[in-house]
């Protein structure tokens, strides 16, 4: 096998996107406390202070399993989440989850000077 086989095998079994769990609803982005509890669970953290829900990345594949898991019993009181599928180059040219009163959605960044 050469280097070309190699980069081609890999390629093949490169995934072709990746998940981010956004909030689809007016009112922000929140886990139940189902969901948070067991997302520390998963990541071993006893001690619920210091680390929120607000700080995990939301491709985290622990989170998006998680509300992919419970469905509706993920959100808390004032969310509605959703796991959105997106194409893996967008990995490397960088993306942010942009909001509107709470409902989010994901953009690609662009580069802006001033």
């Not at 948070?36 to 989170?63: C, F, N, Q, T």
């Not at 993920?74 to 490397?92: D, F, G, I, R």
């Amino acid at each position: 096998m050469n280097q070309n086989d190699i980069i081609s095998t890999v390629e093949a079994t490169a995934p072709e996107t990746f998940k981010i769990v956004i909030n689809n609803c007016f009112g922000g982005f929140g886990l139940s406390d189902e969901a948070e509890a067991m997302w520390r669970k998963v990541k071993k953290i006893a001690d619920p202070e210091g680390v929120y829900y607000y700080d995990i990345s939301r491709d985290d594949p622990d989170l998006v399993h998680i509300v992919e898991t419970l469905g509706e019993k993920a959100n808390s009181t004032y969310a509605q989440l959703k796991v959105v599928e997106v194409p893996m180059w967008l990995q490397e040219k960088g993306w942010i989850i942009e909001e509107y009163d709470g409902r989010e959605y994901i953009a690609e960044v662009h580069c802006t000077w001033d």
